[in-house]
């Protein structure tokens, strides 16, 4: 009898699980605009905290609900004129780790960590952006999760892209040199 009790508990806490997907819309539109085209590169999603310890429901945070995530963020603030994860003038490749702990509140701080890349010279510049919402105190429903993981993300891409648009002159086209005729 308790070995089946403990598979019934086992097999409904396996279902504890909050997948988050997020849409974080930016505060507001570009500073400075981008005449080029990016493409978007997550290159790691990390998820550390509070939700891996025991009896605490896990939160699962997929790469292929974040990459869309960026791209439409993105778009929506129109730093650049096109942006895509196919191709692009430039390469923004984003690293990004979320790590929740748990006090009083929870405390969701997402921070992203990106390069600026153009083919063939490489990394342009480096960026990081850190920022952390509280949540609630208890965690019931995915939504309980979400809000405050997307309000980090917003604020973070928010500063992540206030960043690269204040570096607006090292991303323009280079305008081609002329040669002086004799």
Not at 22 to 51: C, F, K, M, Y
Not at 52 to 58: A, D, E, S
Request: charged share 20%; with cysteine.
């Amino acid at each position: 009898m308790a070995a089946w009790l403990f598979v019934l508990l086992a097999t409904l806490c396996s279902g504890c699980t909050h997948v988050i997907d997020v849409h974080p819309l930016p505060a507001h539109p570009a500073d400075a605009t981008i005449p080029r085209s990016l493409r978007v590169l997550l290159n790691e999603l990390t998820v550390q905290g509070a939700d891996h310890q025991p009896g605490i429901t896990l939160l699962e945070w997929r790469p292929r609900t974040l990459t869309p995530a960026l791209i439409h963020y993105i778009r929506e603030r129109g730093t650049f004129t096109s942006v895509s994860t196919d191709t692009g003038e430039l390469t923004l490749a984003v690293t990004t780790k979320l790590a929740m702990t748990s006090r009083a509140r929870y405390q969701y701080l997402v921070t992203l960590q990106a390069e600026m890349r153009q083919a063939p010279m490489g990394v342009i510049k480096a960026y990081r952006a850190e920022r952390s919402v509280p949540g609630s105190r208890v965690r019931w429903v995915t939504a309980s999760d979400r809000e405050p993981i997307e309000a980090a993300l917003q604020y973070a891409l928010d500063d992540l892209l206030s960043q690269i648009e204040a570096d607006r002159p090292l991303y323009l086209p280079k305008e081609p040199t002329r040669g002086t005729m004799p």
